[in-house]
């Protein structure tokens, strides 16, 4: 989901909520921390110099139960945040306090913004070694053992 993308759902919603992939909610006093860019420039392990630049919101609960974001105050939160984001329209990532602090894309389905996991890859796949296909292993057979079932 792009800055733009959210930027149009917002208006039309009452209240917002953010689903994990597991299928929780986020709390309904979560706040957004922080709305800023990210760019990360690398090279990958095929040694090709990358660039790559996304928006990203922090999402933070706390125990102000009464808190409630609206959909206009994020809005307008979105719109504050032009002058350090531009008027690029980037890919919006979401950090999340989980175990330790989780990375997330984000979509929308009319009603709830979904939290998309996210993954890593090798980009340099051709200059690994790594196989452009996969051959599935077959699938193991685990015998059930029962003590004096003679499988052992």
Known sequence: MTIAEMKTALPDLAAISFKLPDGAY?????????????????????????????????????????????????????QLSDKILGREDLEIEVEYQQATI??????????????????????????????????ALPQLQVASCTPGGGCC
Do not use: M
């Open 26 to 78: 986020l709390p309904a006093h979560f706040h957004v921390t922080e709305v800023g860019l990210v760019s990360k420039h690398f090279i990958d392990c095929g040694g090709v110099e990358r660039r790559e630049t996304v928006a990203n919101f922090q999402l933070w609960e706390a125990g102000d139960y009464d808190h409630r974001l609206a959909p206009q105050k994020f809005l307008h939160i979105l």
């Open 102 to 135: 989780g990375k997330f894309g984000l979509a929308f389905d009319g009603t709830d913004f979904l939290l998309t996991p996210k993954q890593t890859a090798c980009l340099a796949q051709d200059a690994c070694g790594i196989p452009n296909h996969l051959v």
